[in-house]
């Protein structure tokens, strides 16, 4: 069977509509590309600066490729958006669809009221692809802010923006401060298993705070290493960093050296910034085995007694979130395969998450 044939709406041909189309740089004014802490070093479309050999483990710098978090923002009266897109590899993962891990995603209107748009379409087994990602009505021809999410789980060489030959294009608005949200953790940080980028939850997050995002997760190489904690703490003005990478340690020992560690790291550069940490979500699969309960429980309870020492020692801006509180053991439809989150499970983090975030920021 041929879907494609028997279905109009699961064709992979991406682009829709005629006219004249005038293709745009999205490293160029007015738009503008976030979520890359070193763009402007040189580092193109990495969450890393390029390192020296052995600077960091090779799957961390592997994994840097890939554009979780990025955004590109600006506003026009285009009532088309396409997108040409060179990817570092095709669509290869079983267990999250090829449009959360290789596509781009549109959302339209201002901070804090942002509705999704469109999903671009494309083959997955390619790595180019041109597609049409957001299209409005004919009739509807006024200036909108326009943010799309670059792929959560491929690297993307290239990408050019597509609009109406005529259109106006015109800086986004402003963040409220040049201040970074920094999030390290896993690869539930970085985004497995979204349907498409907007679902990941720091997007979704960062569609209520209007800050930049910094997404710094490392699917399953988020272990909390010095030197990585040094590279975080040489993302410019964070504003807070959420602390997220619990579930790729290798051990409950691993956890307790490396831990006090990074936060030590991370606070000589930061002496103030707010910290968030999180446990990890409640793993399906917990539930069914002793043993690791018993491993979360321990963790969770050294998580807490470092906390309170640290705030005992005079640390004023530590906040500890227990991640059974976002996903927990009565959530079981909120993953894809008993770990990784679905749509649903991202939002429902996202959501739980949302008042710790703003009391910590102030907000």
Known sequence: MDIHKLDRFMRTDGRSGEGAIAWHSPLQPPFRISGFAWLRDGSGFRRLPHLPEGAVREPVDKLADCTAGGQICFRTDSRRVELRVALKAPALMYHMPATGQCGFDAYVGEPGFKIYGGTVKFDPRLKEYESTVLELDPGESRIRTITLNFPLYQGVDDISIGLEAEAQVLPPP?????????????????????????????????????????????SGNGRGEPEVAEWVGRVENPACLLLDYEANCLSTAYYRQTLPDFIRVYRS????????????IAIRFEFLKRAEQAERAERLHFQQELAASLRSEGERNLTFVDGTSLIGENDHECTVDGVHPNDLGFKTMADRLLPVLK?????
Do not use: C, W
């Open 359 to 363: 009391t910590v920021l102030q907000l």
């Open 174 to 218: 402003t963040y409220d401060s040049e201040k970074r949200v920094v999030l390290y953790g896993t690869s539930i940080t970085q985004g497995a298993s979204a349907s498409r980028p907007g679902m990941a939850y720091p997007n979704i997050l960062s569609r209520s705070i209007n800050l930049e995002f910094i997404n710094l997760g490392f």
């Open 269 to 280: 550069r930061h002496p103030e910034v707010p910290i968030v940490l999180l446990s990890k």
